[in-house]
């Protein structure tokens, strides 16, 4: 049968379809389903002992009430972020010190066999000083914060979030279910990318995956953590610090949300503009996940993941690294003139030219923008024992670092492009080149124009 | 000569724990979380039972197949389409009326429907006794309560499954009365969709959407094999697995 006829054909049938449907043909249609399903199930099932009440509803009650809401859900963040912090010093240094070790031996067996300075500079001070770096600094939050995000998760707190949110993203233009997407950018931004289809509307979904790329995702945790308990809360000691930490933290992520409405309101006001449509947001039951087997799973999927993300692509980057810093052009390396040559750019952004470059080299992967910093800084000559977060710190102060390096690199990485998995994603869910290349743009600006903003603020206020 | 390998489709709500399900079947270890929306794009993994080698094919949860989003019309045209030996919708006992919704239009759409009654411990603790024969002969497939995350009724859901690809058990699935004026339209329409369309599809199904003018659906029909192209890979290994 040749395609036009058929085509004809169920066009006709469409039409004499029309003609046979009475106007309220889908409320008929639902309703003769509801009515089917509430028979059934009142002939089949009965309720015994109906004496308490539902405690899912007793504590929704309290933790998606408007007054409780917000703070439950900023305390819940704050306490895993603190659980996080104050658990990784502790076995971070250990870690560090135990890779010391072995790179002693190391050496000393490379020094047996008589192999040459260049194999021992390119294995033993590239590739493994680097991964061990990335191991001893990235592991111990990792291996805390996943597993405990994932009890939260599994315990069907996300929804709840994602509830409270909800008025805030109406008002914005956009669908309540991106605060579900949203929430699931926590995880993986490329992921939620892929979430967002359960929006419906073109429009609300587009502004859904503009912006899922505003909160924080596995691969940029780690940073946000770790240059946060270093740098942000020095003139504080003991519970003191962690607890300033968390909260810088936890402001970033608000100040994510933040952008992520403003955006989202901006955009739904101009380029997408529209009128947020209904849905309903069920919210699950709480369940008690099976706590073992949350935690080990956690660990595995999430922290190894991220963990071999970070040393499957830190340990080339790592070999790269070393070889473009020992590859000598003129009277410089490669690595340094390509760092000098951002250097000023990098500057009114208050950061330098490595960490641009790192951020840069690290659009793979999110994972690795910190191992390329820490190889680049690495090779440029301070030659450090990695013996955890105290030289560590020596380490970046000793490149220039202050507090204004620290939270612009923070800014910069909540805010900038998105990694190339996402982009990848994004470029498949829309089919458009044009909003991929918004989406890998308008993030970036808004990290230039911010940390920008922040660097001269600072500079002129003389606070550094 | 292998044996053939039956495809097994999962459907239900978002949250009814389909992915733990698809977990303890395959062995796989497919992210869950207690949040609807998991799953947007389908997952796939192997079963083997008794011999019998089953692809399972994890479908994104749904309230119902009326083509309202994306993953809606995911779980929609691999009904139609890929046409599964066997449709298991997963059903949260603690919630069956408003679950059954969807497994009633599962059942208008395909006849080899098993209904795995899930979370059946946590209805337990909360005092919710459902009677499974009675279900099972109301809606004419079989019933089997399971609890997933407990590995429960695993083994009696295989058999049912097995039954079933193997063409040992016969349904008579429910079909839901609708008012008049509807069933006027169907009656109608029926041999008209039997016509252009042939047996290949649910006819009165096809004629319940057309009436409530589904146009994506008729999409869909037009061009059958497109669909397949249209979710990129996730869908490209399905196709080749069963021609349409």
């Keep these: 049968m040749p395609a036009a006829d058929l085509s004809n054909q169920f066009d006709q049938l469409m039409n004499e379809a029309k003609s046979l449907a009475p106007a309220d043909t889908r409320e008929q249609i639902v309703s003769a389903i509801f009515q089917t399903s509430a028979a059934l199930s009142q002939e089949c099932v009965t309720h015994t002992a109906v004496a308490k009440r539902d405690r899912t509803e007793q504590i929704d009650r309290i933790v998606t009430s408007k007054r409780w809401g917000f703070p439950i859900m900023l305390a819940l963040l704050a306490a895993v972020l603190y659980m996080t912090i104050a658990g990784a010093n502790v076995f971070s240094d250990s870690l560090a010190r135990l890779f010391g070790t072995i790179e002693t031996y190391l050496t000393m067996a490379f020094q047996a066999i008589h192999a040459p300075d260049w194999l021992h500079g390119l294995i033993v001070l590239g590739l493994y000083r680097g991964t061990a770096w990335v191991v001893s600094v990235m592991l111990p939050p990792m291996a805390i914060f996943f597993p405990v995000f994932a009890l939260l998760e599994n315990y069907g707190y996300l929804p709840r979030v994602a509830f409270n949110m909800d008025r805030l993203f109406q008002k914005a233009g956009a669908h309540g279910k991106q605060s579900l997407t949203m929430a699931m950018g926590f995880g993986c931004n490329a992921a939620a990318i892929m979430s967002t289809r359960i929006i419906e509307s073109p429009r609300e979904r587009m502004l859904a995956i503009l912006t899922n790329n505003f909160v924080p995702c596995n691969g940029r945790w780690p940073t946000l953590i770790l240059l946060s308990s270093l740098f942000m809360a020095a003139g504080y000691t003991g519970g003191w610090k962690t607890f300033v930490t968390a909260g810088v933290v936890v402001a970033m992520v608000l100040f994510g949300i933040v952008v992520t409405l403003t955006v989202s309101w901006v955009l739904s006001k101009t380029a997408l503009r529209g009128i947020p449509t209904h849905y309903t947001l069920e919210l699950p039951p709480y369940r008690r996940p099976k706590i073992m087997e949350t935690i080990i799973r956690a660990t595995l999927d999430k922290s190894l993941y991220v963990l071999k993300r970070a040393v499957t692509v830190a340990a080339p980057a790592g070999v790269i690294t070393w070889i473009l810093a020992n590859l000598h052009i003129g009277d410089t390396t490669a690595l340094a003139a390509f760092a000098h040559w951002l250097d000023p750019f990098a500057k009114a952004l208050g950061l330098d030219g490595y960490i641009l470059m790192a951020f840069i080299l690290g659009l793979p992967a999110n994972e690795i923008v910190v191992p390329i910093l820490l190889m680049g800084y690495l090779s440029a000559g301070a030659l450090i024992e990695a013996d955890g977060l105290h ?45 991929t290349f918004v989406a890998f743009a308008l993030p970036t600006a808004i990290a230039i124009a911010v940390t920008f903003t922040t660097a001269q603020l600072a500079r002129w206020l003389g606070l550094v | 000569m292998m044996d053939k390998t039956y495809t097994v489709a999962l459907m239900g709500n978002p949250n009814t724990g389909k992915s733990t399900l698809f977990n303890v079947l395959t062995g796989l270890r497919q992210h869950t979380g207690n949040w609807p929306g998991k799953t947007v794009t389908h997952a796939e993994g192997e079963c083997r039972h008794r011999g019998t080698l089953y692809r399972i094919v994890d479908l994104p949860g749904t309230y119902s197949l009326y083509s309202n989003s994306a993953d809606e019309e995911v779980a929609r045209d691999f009904l139609l389409f890929q046409r599964p030996d066997v449709t298991i919708v997963v059903v949260d006992a603690t919630a069956l009326e408003r679950n059954l919704n969807l497994a009633l239009q599962v059942l208008e759409m395909t006849d080899r429907v098993i209904i795995a009654i899930n979370l059946m411990d946590e209805a337990k603790k909360k005092g919710i006794h459902i009677n499974t024969k009675k279900l099972a002969a109301k809606l004419g497939v079989p019933v089997v309560p399971i609890s997933a995350r407990n590995r429960e009724g695993i083994d009696a859901l295989l058999d049912t499954v097995d039954a079933m690809a193997h063409g040992r058990i016969n349904t008579n699935p429910l079909s839901i009365r609708y008012s008049p004026e ?19 599809y649910p006819a009165r199904w096809i004629a319940l959407r057309l009436l409530d003018g589904d146009t994506s659906l008729l999409q869909a029909l037009k061009q059958p094999p497109q669909p397949l192209i249209k979710e990129g890979n996730a869908y490209a290994c399905c196709g080749s697995v069963k021609s349409v």
């Design chain 1, 391 to 435: 030289s560590l710190k020596q380490l970046l102060l000793d490149h220039g670092w202050t507090w204004l390096t620290a939270l612009n690199m923070m800014l910069f990485s909540l805010l900038h492009y998105p990694c190339g998995t996402t982009l990848v994603n994004i470029y498949k869910e829309t089919k458009s080149a044009k909003w």
């Design chain 2, 182 to 200: 509807i069933e006027r339209g169907i009656a109608k329409l029926l041999p008209l969709v039997k016509d252009v369309m042939g047996d290949t």
